[in-house]
């Protein structure tokens, strides 16, 4: 079975610390062999992501995902109008999350730092979450360059939300 290493094997370009992707696909994929190289937000937009790691399996349906750089078990479903699937990928270094602790600290509560100690941390999605998703997708799709500072700016702007 292969192994996919993410993010390396769907960005087509360079990869920087921070990538915004908005990714599509149009066939449902069952327990593959995932390695996260780096740690992502996965905005499912559409259809549902299942994780299967040390913890129980992690079933997502339009809920953004943490995910620490590591390995797991992932499945992708079409929705269940046989839809694609869809979902806003933000990779990161991990050590990004690192500094924004760091940086934060007084800011985040202990529950809070705990949970982002998981290798999976699943946050409700929302009305302003829904809007900062619809826009990074609006400026992908219409082929705007993301300079690494806005990237930087909105990563910091998502983790002081969540």
């Known amino acids: 079975m292969k192994i996919f290493t993410i ?13 915004f992707l908005f990714y599509q696909n ?3 994929s069952e327990k593959n062999k995932i390695f996260f190289k780096q740690s992502v937000l996965s ?4 259809g549902e992501k299942e994780i299967f790691h040390a913890q ?22 079409l929705s269940s109008n046989g839809e694609n699937y869809k979902a806003l990928l933000i990779f990161f270094n991990p050590q990004k999350l690192t500094e924004f602790v760091v940086k934060y600290q007084k800011q985040i509560t202990h529950v809070c730092k705990n949970e982002l100690a998981n290798e999976i ?3 409700p999605n929302d009305a ?17 360059h993301l300079s690494a500072d806005f ?10 939300y969540l």
């Open 121 to 123: 941390c699943v946050f």
């Open 26 to 28: 149009n066939k449902s």
């Open 128 to 144: 302003y979450l829904t809007l900062f998703q619809n826009s990074i997708i609006d400026l992908i799709t219409k082929g705007n």
């Open 7 to 19: 993010p390396d094997d769907i960005i087509t370009t360079k990869i920087d610390d921070i990538n």
């Open 56 to 77: 129980n399996p992690l079933k997502i349906i339009r809920d953004i995902a943490l995910i620490n750089a590591s390995n797991c078990l992932m499945t992708e479903r």
């Open 43 to 46: 905005f499912v937009l559409n």
């Open 151 to 160: 990237k930087a700016i909105k990563l910091e702007e998502l983790f002081l």
